[in-house]
């Protein structure tokens, strides 16, 4: 299982991104992906899943403000972040469950700074 993500960086608050997970080694199409994100100091939280059937959660803190959806043909689950705020400042991963096993990509920084 591979999950690598991109799209992170240096973005001003209320400014906007899009991350980008692209996915191999399982039947992407069949399973739930999301995000987690861990700032500095803090522990990895939950950000957003979708699944199979493209239903949606979110943490409270981003509802309204962030969009996750996926595109099978392509194999990549993305997350558009707008309205970011400092406390976003972190490392997002993409992460599934496969097999009863945690998978977790190698990360990207986003960083909401002025």
């Known amino acids: 299982v591979q999950l690598q993500a991109s799209g992170g960086g240096l973005v001003q608050p209320g400014g906007s991104l899009r991350l980008s997970c692209a996915v191999a080694?399982?039947?992407?199409?069949?399973?739930?992906v999301g995000w987690c994100r861990q700032a500095p100091g803090g522990q990895r939280e939950f950000v957003a899943n979708i699944t199979s059937g493209r239903s949606t959660n979110y943490e409270d803190s981003v509802k309204g403000r962030f969009t996750i959806s996926r595109d099978n043909v392509k194999r990549t689950v993305y997350l558009q972040m707008n309205n970011l705020e400092p406390e976003d400042t972190a490392v997002y991963y993409c992460t599934t469950v496969y097999r009863s096993r945690d998978y977790w990509g190698q990360g990207t920084q986003v960083t909401v700074s002025s």
């Open positions: 080694g399982f039947n992407f199409k069949l399973n739930t």
